[in-house]
């Protein structure tokens, strides 16, 4: 049973330490999402690649974030450092091509205090 | 940027009542895609709509996509508590390759 798999599920971390997020796309998808989940701002795309180079990360706070796929079968999301405002519900998603449907991992829920 | 809007934003309905979401987007869309998330999930793949005024059916769903592939709607017929969660519209954007999720939709269903 394919599917996307995102670690750690849960993370609580003390503001400005570094926390990196994984996940592990689906074998054979090319592209791979990066979303950020609040109350506030709902779902928003923070950044995505293709075939392993990244198309747009103009969702990220470049100053703290930055997200980088080192092979087809680990993408990585990293935070540093961590503030309070970061709080969320981190999902990555992966696709097999363009105009194909998003397959969704468990999300990583991070709490930062 | 690319904005994508979804109205309502809460809605809650009786169980047997229909229940209707629509997604407007500020430009024109190549395609676009349906979610559901529920409570506590991850958002779910439902359909896709990719022509001009597109309408596609899944059981008791019915999805439109405009003529002018700047909106689209989902539609419930007699919902169930089954149908219980968020609903998200996601343009399609970027050659393809963007997908950009609107506000959603959040539904209840009482008894």
């Known amino acids: 049973d394919a599917r996307v798999t995102q670690t750690p599920r849960d993370k609580v971390t003390e503001m400005g330490q570094e926390v990196t997020m994984r996940c592990q796309p689906i074998l054979g998808h090319n592209t791979v999402f990066w979303y950020r989940q609040t109350m506030m701002q709902g779902l928003e795309l923070l950044a995505y690649?293709?075939?392993?180079?990244?198309?747009?990360d103009s969702g990220m706070p470049k100053d703290r974030f930055s997200a980088e796929m080192p092979d087809a079968t680990l993408a990585t999301l990293k935070i540093q450092p961590s503030e309070p405002r970061d709080s969320a519900v981190y999902f990555c998603a992966s696709g097999l091509s363009r105009n194909t449907e998003a397959f969704f991992g468990q999300g990583t829920r991070l709490t930062v205090v | 940027g690319q904005q994508v809007m979804q109205i309502p934003q809460y809605q809650h309905v009786q169980e047997g009542e229909d229940f209707t979401t629509y997604c407007n987007s500020s430009t024109t869309l190549s395609n676009i895609q349906w979610y559901k998330q529920r409570p506590g999930g991850h958002p779910v793949f439902l359909i896709q709509l990719v022509k001009s005024g597109e309408v596609k059916k899944q059981k008791r769903l019915t999805f439109q996509f405009g003529e002018a592939k700047k909106n689209s709607s989902l539609h419930i017929t007699a919902t169930q508590t089954t149908d219980v969660g968020t609903y998200f519209c996601a343009a399609v954007t970027g050659g393809g390759n963007k997908l950009t999720f609107g506000t959603g939709t959040q539904l209840k269903v009482e008894l």
């Open positions: 690649f293709r075939n392993r180079a990244p198309l747009d």
